[in-house]
């Protein structure tokens, strides 16, 4: 069971090309909601700023992971410059708010810890640098590879170690998992989901909690406004909306929905596209 794959394909996620040059000063971000970096830093020379915290210095060759919930700014430190290549990714509004990722800050991986991606890392740099016809998805496909190369580090050396990604990958839980991802608009319960992985109630209920941060219901109703969301900004029915993700009726999705974010499904939608196309 491909948990990680089949997790991403149900979210639509993707890399795109950002950014790309020699930065002077201050790289501010200004980044929609849900929106996550990778970051390559060639050469070192600078440094992450963060409100409220000491400044890390990047003075290696490194890439950095920063999430959704990270607020951050980059600095160059040194009078030359630094040189960078940014990636984006998608995750969604309802991800950056109670969706439980695992990943709350910055992630540093420094290039000499990182054998298994150089090669990837050089061929981003290559791609980048020579402006061949089809640079820009050539790129994109290059960084999402990296994406899924450093959430396997970061699972694997302990820096993501809760969440829906250590749970999927570290876990007992990828059939209950995998069942939420693929079917939301089943009358989920904890007891059958705790049968999927051949664990009483009681237990099912304190691994998930301790593993992936919420309870099984609370990540099932996060899992539905996510998929929600999707469909409402692809202007499908409230009432189609509703069924697909395991709703009894039109109104008791938008009294859910109502509670998850402060507005009726409507109301969201119209906000959510004016604010992406502000960007």
Same mark, same amino acid.
């Given at each position: 069971?491909?948990?990680?794959?089949?997790?991403?394909?149900?979210?639509?996620?993707? *890399?795109?090309?950002?950014? *790309?040059?020699?930065?002077?000063?201050?790289?501010?971000?200004?980044?929609?909601?849900?929106?996550?970096?990778?970051?390559?830093?060639?050469?070192?020379?600078?440094?992450?700023?963060?409100?409220?915290?000491?400044?890390?210095?990047?003075?290696?060759?490194?890439?950095?992971?920063?999430?959704?919930?990270?607020?951050? %700014?980059?600095?160059?430190?040194?009078?030359?410059?630094?040189?960078?290549?940014?990636?984006?990714?998608?995750?969604?509004?309802?991800? *950056?708010?109670?969706?439980?990722?695992?990943?709350?800050?910055?992630?540093?991986?420094?290039?000499?810890?990182?054998?298994?991606?150089?090669?990837?890392?050089? @061929?981003?740099?290559?791609?980048?640098?020579?402006?061949?016809?089809?640079?820009?998805?050539?790129?994109?496909?290059?960084?999402?590879?990296?994406? =899924?190369?450093?959430?396997?580090?970061?699972?694997?050396?302990?820096?993501?170690?809760?969440?829906?990604?250590? @749970?999927?990958?570290?876990? %007992?839980?990828?059939?209950?998992?995998? @069942? =939420?991802?693929?079917?939301?608009?089943?009358?989920?319960?904890?007891?059958?989901? @705790?049968?999927?992985?051949?664990?009483?109630?009681?237990?099912?209920?304190?691994?998930?909690?301790?593993?992936?941060?919420?309870?099984?219901?609370?990540?099932?109703?996060?899992?539905?406004? %996510?998929?929600?969301?999707?469909?409402?900004?692809?202007?499908?029915?409230?009432?189609? =909306?509703?069924?697909?993700?395991?709703?009894?009726?039109?109104?008791?999705?938008?009294?859910?929905?109502?509670?998850?974010? *402060?507005?009726?499904?409507?109301?969201?939608?119209?906000?959510?596209?004016?604010?992406?196309?502000?960007?």
């Amino acid at each position: 069971m491909d948990l990680l794959s089949n997790f991403f394909e149900n979210i639509h996620l993707s *890399g795109h090309f950002f950014y *790309g040059g020699k930065l002077h000063g201050t790289y501010e971000l200004n980044k929609p909601p849900g929106t996550t970096f990778i970051h390559i830093i060639s050469e070192g020379g600078i440094d992450l700023v963060r409100t409220g915290y000491s400044n890390i210095a990047v003075n290696n060759p490194s890439v950095l992971l920063c999430p959704i919930t990270c607020k951050y %700014k980059l600095r160059s430190n040194k009078f030359s410059g630094s040189n960078i290549i940014t990636a984006s990714f998608d995750f969604g509004e309802q991800m *950056g708010n109670s969706f439980p990722l695992g990943i709350h800050e910055t992630i540093i991986f420094e290039l000499s810890e990182l054998i298994n991606i150089n090669p990837i890392i050089d @061929a981003i740099i290559d791609e980048f640098n020579k402006h061949d016809s089809g640079r820009s998805k050539a790129l994109n496909l290059l960084f999402e590879y990296v994406l =899924i190369l450093l959430i396997r580090n970061a699972v694997d050396k302990n820096k993501i170690h809760k969440g829906v990604l250590f @749970a999927m990958l570290k876990t %007992k839980l990828a059939p209950a998992l995998n @069942a =939420i991802h693929d079917s939301p608009d089943k009358n989920w319960t904890i007891d059958n989901l @705790a049968q999927l992985v051949n664990m009483s109630r009681t237990k099912f209920s304190e691994f998930f909690l301790g593993s992936v941060g919420v309870t099984p219901i609370g990540y099932l109703t996060s899992w539905r406004m %996510k998929r929600a969301q999707e469909m409402l900004l692809e202007d499908i029915q409230i009432k189609v =909306i509703a069924s697909s993700v395991g709703y009894g009726s039109q109104a008791a999705f938008t009294r859910a929905f109502l509670r998850e974010f *402060g507005q009726p499904p409507s109301e969201w939608c119209t906000m959510a596209k004016v604010s992406n196309t502000s960007y």
